[in-house]
């Protein structure tokens, strides 16, 4: 594990309490954890509290289904949600997501701030990943 880091930031255009929302909803994220083109989300559970987890299976075309989990460290509500990220790519409890939410004009400054990959190559696909998502959570929340 590195110090490896990645940090997108992202103006949406609805308020912070619904941003934020859509974040420990299993169904909005079905809607939204699409990490690129052709990728489906068919399960997501939450257990939305301080220590509970989460899991979500991406499914990508001519591959096989792509669990990933994590922990919530930070439930702070419209205002920073923090947890791990454990996948197939990105190991344990080292790798960890934060989530900052800035209310501005009517809408959202969300900055996603991803911590410690295994290399470079993983942060780069990442950082791709994480650039759909949220260009995803824009739309799904319209």
């Keep these: 594990m590195t110090d490896l880091s990645l940090e997108i930031t992202r103006h949406i255009p609805y308020p912070p309490e619904?941003?934020?929302?859509?974040?420990?909803?299993?169904?909005?994220?079905?809607?939204?954890?699409?990490?690129?083109a052709g990728v489906t989300v068919p399960e997501a559970t939450v257990d939305?509290?301080?220590?509970?987890?989460?899991?979500?299976?991406?499914?990508v075309p001519n591959a096989a289904d792509l669990p990933h989990e994590g922990e919530y460290r930070i439930i702070d509500r419209a205002k920073k949600l923090q947890f791990t990220w454990?996948?197939?790519?990105?190991?344990?409890?080292?790798?960890?997501?934060?989530?900052?939410?800035t209310p501005k004009g009517g809408g959202t400054d969300?900055?996603?701030?991803?911590?410690?990959?295994?290399?470079?190559?993983?942060r780069d696909n990442h950082n791709g990943g994480w650039t759909s998502i949220l260009?995803?959570?824009?739309?799904?929340?319209g």
């Design 110 to 122: 969300l900055r996603l701030h991803h911590i410690r990959f295994p290399s470079e190559e993983s």
């Design 18 to 36: 619904r941003v934020f929302d859509a974040w420990l909803d299993p169904k909005m994220l079905t809607k939204f954890m699409i990490a690129g």
């Design 135 to 141: 260009a995803k959570l824009d739309e799904a929340l």
């Design 48 to 59: 939305a509290k301080v220590g509970g987890r989460f899991s979500i299976i991406m499914r």
């Design 86 to 101: 454990e996948s197939h790519a990105s190991t344990a409890e080292e790798s960890i997501v934060t989530l900052d939410l």
